[in-house]
């Protein structure tokens, strides 16, 4: 009977401390490189560059994200968006390599770029671009990592098909 009594009491201080997910483990678990899936961006650019819903765009290519455990990160872009209701040869591409640190508060991660060396470019132009510093809200398990835009940082008008939400898959 002790023994059962020594188990229970075990069982519940395991169920106690891991029913919540503390700073230390979500950061633990946000280290890595893990690869973005950028057609998820297609609904918000679409939006900014005024395209209707059947203009349409595609985005493919590659977005990777690396978090180190020093709370330094890197964004490694290689993305092209094809325009379709430009017709052909109006594609752009994204390149490049953005740095910086990233710092977890809960559930909100913090990104805050140092140096970027992306450049897009069209047929028509080429320029370099800034990557903007951003709060978001995040979940992470041993495969899969998500950002939301945080929703104080958004207008509160801005409708749900706006709000950007990256899904990752660990490398």
């Known amino acids: 009977m002790p023994r059962t009594v020594l188990l229970l009491c075990l069982m519940v201080v395991v169920a106690l401390t891991g029913c919540s997910r503390s700073d230390d483990d979500m950061a633990s678990c946000l280290v890595g490189t893990w690869d973005a899936n950028p057609s998820e961006m ?35 872009v290689d993305v092209t968006i094809d325009l379709a209701s430009n017709g052909p040869g109006d594609d ?38 800034t990557m ?15 950002m939301t835009d945080d929703p104080s940082t958004v207008p509160a008008d801005t409708p749900d098909s706006l709000r950007v939400t990256y899904t990752s898959q660990r490398r």
């Open 42 to 76: 297609e609904p918000a650019l679409a939006h900014a560059l005024s395209l209707d819903g059947d203009a349409g765009l595609t985005v493919s290519g590659s977005q990777v994200l690396t978090f180190r455990a020093d709370g330094t990160q890197s964004l490694d």
């Open 132 to 146: 903007q510093d951003g709060t978001y809200l995040v979940t992470c398990s041993a495969t899969t990592f998500t």
């Open 92 to 129: 752009v591409f994204e390149r490049g390599t953005a740095v910086g640190t990233w710092k977890l508060d809960g559930d909100l991660l913090t990104v805050t770029y140092t140096t970027t060396a992306i450049t897009v470019r069209s047929a028509e132009r080429s320029a370099s671009t």
